[in-house]
């Protein structure tokens, strides 16, 4: 449990430090190399102490560097900054210290020049004490929860109860090896190492145990900068000789033969520009570091492996090559479930959607299914503060695939209860692979409850309507458009759909452009449907608009008058039973915002005859306008309550 004043420290160490060091990875640093040299000091101190003890780290010619030296009140403001400077920069040369503390001080510095805040900084770390104590973790953990979001490296510090989660559904044990690929902080490892102490509570580690348990914990990462922090917050937490190491997994082949009963990792999920080009030894060819990530890690587990790995929403559902072969590898070794998080985990880092991908070897080849987990609520709001609130589906997904992985390892059959049900959904993986895609989108497998009992024929759309989807790619990007001129042609927009307005819109093309594109020509009585972003919205294209083409997000439908009535069309298509339906295989990066011409093609609608279609429109006309008169006589009633209320105050 978190200590509140060495909270309160920790925070007063960063106001002091704010309006000088203003960016909170740079204050990370500043209090890391600090309390680093407050705490040798301490366990100099502590040798001393000892009968016949002596310095250990500030000792032949090191002495003037001692922290009690630093804080002497004789010392001048000046003098103290010289003396700090010249000391964390020599620091690393140190042949007193371990190598982990040189690691630490490596290329240090101090980004201001200013006495007094430095005084006052130094003032505050002199609070600290050193021990290996959980408080003092647990300080270091929430020092790096101010990191934030290292964009332009892809890098998002995972939440500490996601990280917690994927260790308890994962289930490492004290006798296995782990690693995380891309450590950051060392989130998953110290998670991990916390996860088996508690396991083995009833018996606790011997001191051995303990050790070859500290030995088996391993992390790489690309930034120096996360190694350092790495180290510091493992040792924090009790370890020694933390096991952390500056390596390029994608790209390096020195640790590629290396195998691990146990791999976890939240990886990167920006890709540089050009790709990355990692060696041959890949199954998969790609270039986007979260695909190779998950590929690095199917490859890494041992043939009785598990891992769990963050992913960006597109590894799920992307249409790409390499994002299929990938699904198709894991689908067929190694995966046992999919579980999707609520768009916002990362705020107010990013507003990337994310899964987790459970991987279990064993587990994979005793069962022939996949489990799909929609986690609805983590028990946080998803605004950019991440406010506690009381709804969480966390311990209920735990349990569930604890309970899943129980039953399919002793090869007994998995019930659902109708509470498990709800968040659950349990796929045969000849259903994933029968369309070849391999797709692990967790609303493309839901069972569809809807039964047909209807007397009317149902018709495939695609024999009554002709379907266009908008131009792709950059034909109709903003950089080609131009104002509204005495040639122009409009480009039709979400918004006129969503508004059921199509005067609006400021977007238009040249002659030549939209000769180009006459094929995507909206006209009137053509019929719109909204297919990305705010999914479903329909209307009908009115009389005298503008010459114009639809843009990329729309789809326009030329219906078979001789069947449908176009009202009738539109009334069923924005029905409930229709629009669950087809947003039920609706894919995308943030919330269900796409689906595909073919898609939506494909449903089937009852199609009675031309004359009982008028008159059902007619019947819903006139109900429609029943409520509308309704709503009259209601805002009438109102007003009348209004007037009463107000003769009571005059």
């Known amino acids: 449990m978190l200590n509140q004043d060495i909270k309160r420290k920790i925070d007063s160490a960063r106001d002091i430090l704010v309006g000088k060091v203003p960016?909170?990875?740079?204050?990370?640093?500043?209090?890391?190399t600090a309390l680093i040299y407050k705490f040798m000091d301490d366990m100099d101190k502590e040798s001393v102490s000892l009968p016949k003890g002596k310095a250990q780290f500030f000792t032949n010619g090191y002495e003037k560097y001692a922290w009690n030296k630093l804080m002497d009140p004789r010392l001048g403001g000046h003098e103290r900054l010289n003396l700090y400077v010249e000391a964390i920069t020599r620091m690393s040369q140190n042949p007193h210290l371990p190598q982990l503390f040189r690691d630490i001080f490596k290329d240090a510095f101090l980004p201001y020049r200013d006495p007094e805040t430095l005084s006052l900084f130094l003032k505050e770390i002199n609070g600290f004490t050193?021990?290996?104590?959980?408080?003092?973790?647990?300080?270091?953990?929430?020092?790096?929860?101010?990191?934030?979001?290292?964009?332009?490296?892809?890098?998002?510090?995972?939440?500490?109860?996601?990280?917690?989660?994927?260790?308890?559904?994962?289930?490492?044990?004290?006798?296995?090896?782990?690693?995380d690929p891309a450590c950051g902080t060392a989130g998953f490892l110290i998670s991990a190492y916390k996860h088996i102490l508690k396991a083995n509570k009833e018996k606790p580690l011997t001191p051995?145990?303990?050790?070859?348990?500290?030995?088996?914990?391993?992390g790489y990462d690309i930034s120096p900068d996360m190694v350092k922090l790495s180290l510091v917050n493992m040792y924090l937490h009790g370890f020694p000789s933390p096991h952390i190491y500056e390596y390029d997994t994608l790209t390096s082949e020195e640790h590629w033969d290396d195998q691990f009963d146990v791999i976890m990792a939240n990886p990167p999920f920006m890709t540089p520009k050009g790709g990355i080009k990692p060696h041959k030894r890949f199954s998969i060819r790609a270039k986007r570091s979260e695909l190779l990530f998950v590929d690095y890690i199917y490859e890494h587990l041992n043939p009785n492996g598990r891992g769990g790995v963050i992913v960006p929403e597109g590894v799920v559902f992307h249409s790409g090559g390499s994002y299929k072969s990938l699904r198709k590898l894991i689908v067929q070794n190694s995966l046992v479930a999919v579980i999707s998080l609520p768009k916002g985990v990362f705020n107010p880092y990013s507003g990337v959607k994310t899964s987790i991908l459970i991987l279990d070897k064993i587990?994979?080849?005793?069962?022939?299914?996949?489990?799909?987990?929609?986690?609805?609520?983590?028990?946080?709001?998803?605004g950019a503060q991440r406010n506690p609130i009381?709804?969480?589906?966390?311990?209920?997904?735990?349990?569930?695939?604890?309970?899943?992985?129980?039953?399919?390892?002793?090869?007994?059959?998995?019930?659902?209860?109708?509470?498990?049900?709800?968040i659950i959904n349990i796929v045969p993986k000849e259903k994933i692979e029968n369309n070849g895609k391999y797709d692990l989108t967790y609303n493309r497998y839901?069972?569809?409850?809807?039964?047909?009992?209807?007397?009317?024929?149902?018709?495939?759309?695609?024999?009554?309507?002709?379907?266009?989807?908008?131009?792709?790619?950059?034909?109709?990007?903003?950089?080609?458009?131009?104002?509204?001129?005495?040639?122009?042609?409009?480009?039709?927009?979400?918004?006129?759909?969503?508004?059921?307005?199509?005067?609006?819109?400021?977007?238009?093309?040249?002659?030549?452009?939209?000769?180009?594109?006459?094929?995507?020509?909206?006209?009137?009585?053509?019929i719109v449907v909204t297919c990305a972003g705010t999914l479903g919205r329909i209307a009908i294209v009115p009389d005298n608009i503008e010459p114009g083409i639809i843009n990329s997000v729309l789809m326009r439908i030329r219906l078979n008058r001789k069947r449908?009535?176009?009202?009738?069309?539109?009334?069923?298509?924005?029905?409930?039973?229709?629009?669950?339906?087809?947003?039920?295989?609706?894919?995308?990066?943030?919330?269900?915002?796409?689906?595909?011409?073919?898609?939506?093609?494909?449903?089937?609608?009852p199609l009675p005859p031309l004359e009982l279609?008028?008159?059902?429109?007619?019947?819903?006309?006139?109900?429609?306008?029943?409520?509308?008169?309704?709503?009259?006589?209601?805002?009438e009633e109102e007003k009348n309550i209004e007037k009463v209320i107000e003769s009571i105050w005059k």
């Open 390 to 422: 009381k709804e969480n589906d966390i311990p209920q997904a735990v349990h569930i695939m604890k309970k899943y992985m129980n039953f399919i390892l002793n090869g007994e059959n998995f019930r659902l209860t109708s509470e498990e049900a709800k």
């Open 564 to 605: 449908i009535n176009d009202e009738f069309f539109i009334y069923l298509f924005q029905s409930d039973i229709f629009q669950k339906r087809i947003l039920k295989n609706a894919t995308g990066a943030g919330i269900a915002n796409m689906f595909a011409t073919k898609e939506l093609k494909g449903h089937k609608i």
């Open 130 to 179: 050193y021990d290996h104590s959980e408080n003092l973790g647990d300080a270091f953990e929430y020092l790096l929860s101010i990191l934030g979001s290292q964009g332009e490296a892809g890098q998002f510090r995972t939440p500490r109860h996601i990280i917690d989660f994927i260790v308890e559904v994962v289930d490492p044990k004290k006798d296995e090896t782990i690693v």
């Open 363 to 382: 587990t994979n080849k005793r069962t022939k299914d996949i489990v799909f987990i929609n986690i609805r609520n983590d028990g946080f709001d998803l």
């Open 23 to 32: 960016d909170p990875k740079a204050q990370v640093e500043q209090i890391t």
């Open 613 to 635: 279609q008028e008159k059902l429109i007619k019947e819903i006309k006139s109900h429609n306008k029943r409520i509308k008169q309704y709503d009259t006589k209601i805002n």
């Open 446 to 526: 839901l069972k569809d409850d809807f039964e047909y009992k209807g007397k009317w024929p149902l018709v495939e759309l695609s024999e009554i309507a002709d379907f266009v989807r908008g131009p792709f790619g950059s034909s109709i990007k903003k950089s080609v458009c131009v104002p509204k001129g005495g040639n122009t042609y409009k480009v039709y927009e979400q918004g006129n759909v969503i508004h059921n307005d199509f005067s609006i819109g400021e977007y238009y093309i040249e002659l030549e452009k939209f000769i180009e594109l006459k094929r995507f020509e909206l006209k009137a009585k053509d």
């Open 208 to 218: 051995d145990e303990k050790k070859e348990l500290m030995n088996n914990l391993i």
